[in-house]
């Protein structure tokens, strides 16, 4: 059943769910993030930096202690990939906009509009702290463990790709692989 060809759909698998993570889904949801848990642009501009510098830090990891036993690594970095995925997504359900009108009635909406004839701010001075807290812990740590579970998928998963396949083979598996990612 663990033939080669099965790891290879198994890996292309994960190569297609990390794409669509990073690269489709975590960017398309920022503006959406933005509004709904009422941050700067700043704060929702460093979920991807999470996951970039999670990815930078890991790779270098995973290449030097991976290499033992790379199906298990690979196994290890799609679990973390999955959790992450999960409490990024669990953000909504806990702390959404609903959670939020429900705590705090008084404001009918969530909109500060910046004008050079309203002197008084009131609540805009402080937009960036009503209620998000929790929220953007929980997505900073998801975005955090998917660039941890990400990082195997290429390095561990090529490798181990290399290793399993013929050398005359192995370009057509990689090309189709990085393929499938884009």
Same mark, same amino acid.
């Given at each position: 059943?663990?033939?080669?060809?099965?790891?290879?759909?198994?890996?292309?698998?994960?190569?297609?769910?990390?794409?669509?993570?990073?690269?489709?889904?975590?960017?398309?949801?920022?503006?959406?993030?933005?509004?709904?848990?009422?941050?700067?642009?700043?704060?929702?501009?460093?979920?991807?930096?999470?996951?970039?510098?999670?990815?930078?830090?890991?790779?270098?990891?995973?290449?030097?202690? /991976?290499?033992?036993?790379?199906?298990?690594? =690979?196994? !290890? *970095?799609? $679990? #973390?990939?999955?959790? +992450?995925?999960?409490?990024?997504?669990?953000?909504?359900?806990?702390?959404?906009?609903?959670?939020?009108?429900?705590?705090?009635?008084?404001?009918?909406?969530?909109?500060?509009?910046?004008?050079?004839?309203?002197?008084?701010?009131?609540?805009?001075?402080?937009?960036?702290?009503? /209620?998000?807290?929790?929220?953007?812990?929980? =997505?900073? !740590? *998801?975005? $955090? #463990?998917?660039?941890? +579970?990400?990082?195997?998928?290429?390095?561990?998963?090529?490798?181990?790709?290399?290793?399993?396949?013929?050398?005359?083979?192995?370009?057509?598996?990689?090309?189709?692989?990085?393929?499938?990612?884009?």
């Amino acid at each position: 059943m663990f033939t080669p060809h099965f790891y290879f759909s198994l890996w292309c698998g994960c190569i297609v769910s990390q794409s669509m993570l990073v690269s489709g889904f975590l960017n398309v949801v920022l503006s959406t993030i933005q509004v709904e848990f009422q941050m700067s642009s700043a704060k929702a501009a460093m979920f991807p930096s999470n996951y970039d510098i999670a990815v930078a830090v890991t790779v270098l990891l995973v290449a030097h202690f /991976g290499s033992s036993h790379k199906p298990r690594t =690979l196994g !290890v *970095g799609v $679990l #973390l990939l999955s959790i +992450g995925s999960f409490l990024f997504a669990i953000a909504h359900f806990i702390y959404g906009s609903e959670n939020i009108l429900a705590n705090d009635k008084s404001k009918s909406t969530y909109l500060c509009i910046s004008s050079e004839d309203v002197e008084e701010k009131g609540d805009c001075e402080n937009e960036d702290s009503i /209620g998000n807290t929790g929220a953007y812990a929980l =997505l900073t !740590v *998801g975005s $955090l #463990l998917i660039g941890l +579970g990400a990082s195997p998928v290429y390095t561990a998963g090529t490798t181990f790709c290399d290793e399993i396949f013929p050398p005359d083979k192995v370009s057509v598996y990689f090309g189709i692989s990085y393929g499938i990612g884009l």
